[in-house]
């Protein structure tokens, strides 16, 4: 299935599910909507901090199209399951954004981090917490981002145990897509970034790490949310998590050489 | 001498000239400042056009100091020569703009092809207009940039003669530096993207292409110069040509890999 197909099932509400595994090879991206008087000071935080918020596509505001990622795509219908937060605070989850949508909404969409596990998995690095059926553990760690207006607060991190012979590819595989996160932020000893243990992880589940293992952790994705929701915007619209908006870019696109 | 030393120098008064061959090494970017109320636009402009318009640094409004690419520099006062444009036409020229600041002004810094020339050199790969001490031919494509609220325009471009037998290299090296530019925007044929004759450039000087290469076209950082001034803002402020900002990054510090 393409990713054009892929949308309209969704859209017609024949995929309430997860979208990890539809559409290989298409880019999924996450969702955030703000109104336009929050789009400047959010943009420029995530420009300031590109690691863990790679912008793919800003909409124009009002406009629920990705004309660049995605055109004929609709942001409003075509993920299938959406959060409304009001204040900071979750208001409601919804298959359908349409009764919400506002002539002042500006929707980003953000590269995900299934795009780069792709290219771990391809060059033969394995993936734990997909091997063991979980969601990446992710931890709150003591890395300052920069602020923009607004926006302040620590970067959330997600960790993947690599073999130690495999850390150098890792590195080299992930820097080549700076737009879905790119290379990793730190290697080894957790507690240098303020990660007490990595058996309790702030978000997702703990995985295995291996005696050969070195933990491995990346920027990630739920920062840009984490750090948004903490300045209680009035009203904000993501997807909900691992329900996607699938592009018709292609991961290998993502690659800068 | 390094970076800090240049500026200080140039904020004393002490260089007036160009600043193509000062503090070597150290990467040197194109100055846009804009009021706030137009940040937004330019933002997004450039976030959708990042090859005409990579950019380094955005400062928030009011403050001069570009914290993240030169701590402790002063955009009002550190370059050697400033351009003033009022609705579109220039206005002065000045070595100083503490005058003119006002509280509500962002600058954009944007990467500037210095970067890359150093690059293909430093592989071998002659830069003609230099072997040639001439400023670097560009000129008007018919290729369209993405328009962002009221930017929009055509893309102009640079052009560098390279040996048939370098193109891919030339292609290669400047791959890794997408915040100065990256990647060649057109091979060949200037008549593909509307160029009607490369003895013509719209700015800079023609230069001599030889029988054995090919003419290369990259992104050009006079295109959001062009695509703001075309949008007659109340007030604009860029540095003068060839006159630079000098920052605290060294080029191989943007390379991506």
């Not at 909409?59 to 660049?68: A, C, I, R, S």
């Not at 058996?199 to 750090?227: L, S």
């Not at 909900?240 to 592009?247: A, E, K, L, V, Y």
Request: glycine letters at 8%.
């Amino acid at each position: 299935m393409d990713a054009k197909k892929a949308r309209e099932m969704i859209r017609k509400g024949n995929w309430e599910g997860p979208t990890c595994g539809i559409a290989p090879g298409f880019t999924q991206a996450n969702l955030v909507i703000l109104p336009k008087d929050l789009a400047y000071d959010f943009m420029l935080f995530a420009f300031r901090n590109p690691k863990p918020c790679p912008i793919l596509e800003v909409t124009d505001p009002g406009d629920p199209e990705p004309k660049n990622v995605a055109p004929g795509a609709d942001l409003r219908t075509d993920l299938p399951k959406y959060r409304i937060y009001k204040k900071g605070e979750l208001y409601a989850e919804v298959k359908d954004i349409r009764d919400f949508w506002r002539e002042d909404f500006v929707a980003f969409l953000l590269g995900c981090s299934f795009t780069f596990e792709w290219a771990l998995i391809e060059n033969g690095i394995p993936v734990r917490h997909i091997e063991e059926g979980k969601n990446v553990p992710m931890y709150i760690t003591n890395i300052q981002t920069k602020p923009a207006g607004i926006f302040k607060g620590k970067m959330v991190v997600s960790m993947r145990p690599i073999p130690k012979d495999k850390v150098v590819r890792a590195i080299q595989v992930t820097s080549r897509f700076p737009s879905v996160h790119g290379a990793p932020v730190h290697i080894g000893d957790p507690e240098a970034i303020g990660i007490r243990s990595l058996d309790k992880p702030d978000f997702g589940d703990p995985v295995e790490v291996k005696k050969d293992e070195i933990p491995v952790f990346w920027a990630c994705g739920v920062t840009p949310q984490a750090v948004a929701l903490e300045s209680k915007p009035e009203i904000m619209i993501t997807h909900s998590p691992g329900h996607m908006f699938i592009t018709d870019l292609r991961d290998e696109e993502l690659g800068v050489i």
